[in-house]
């Protein structure tokens, strides 16, 4: 089993902030992508950053651009989340996700791996 485990939520005010970071463990050098996703009150997983674990290049939502930075520590096999100007709608389990690739016989073989989430809650 592939650990990963996901700390830094609780609750703050609108316009605070928080960090994120997720851990991981074992196989580290087959890491393609680590992500964000989170799962607001009664509605489906969404996508919030990526980022390419070897090269750093990252990617995010419309909704997070200019609030979330998503970074790695390479060295410490772990990824963060830094949330800043927090809103009520940021209120959500945020799931951290890591994606393997590995190279067998010339062929390229994806696995991927859930956190069980950390809550989130932004009061108005």
């Known amino acids: 089993q592939v650990p990963v485990t996901e700390s830094g939520g609780g609750l703050v005010q609108a316009g605070g902030s928080l960090r994120l970071s997720c851990a991981t463990s074992v196989r580290t050098s087959s890491i393609d992508t680590m992500a964000w996703f989170l799962q607001a009150p009664g509605k489906e997983l969404e996508f919030v950053a990526r980022?390419?674990?070897?090269?750093?290049?990252?990617d995010y939502a419309d909704f997070v651009k200019g609030r979330f930075s998503i970074s790695r520590d390479y060295a410490m096999n772990t990824m963060y989340l830094q949330m800043n100007n927090l809103k009520p709608e940021d209120k959500a389990v945020y799931y951290c996700y890591r994606r393997d690739a590995v190279t067998t016989n010339e062929a390229v073989k994806q696995f991927d791996y859930w956190g069980q989430g950390t809550q989130v809650n932004v009061s108005s």
């Open positions: 980022i390419k674990w070897n090269a750093g290049n990252t």
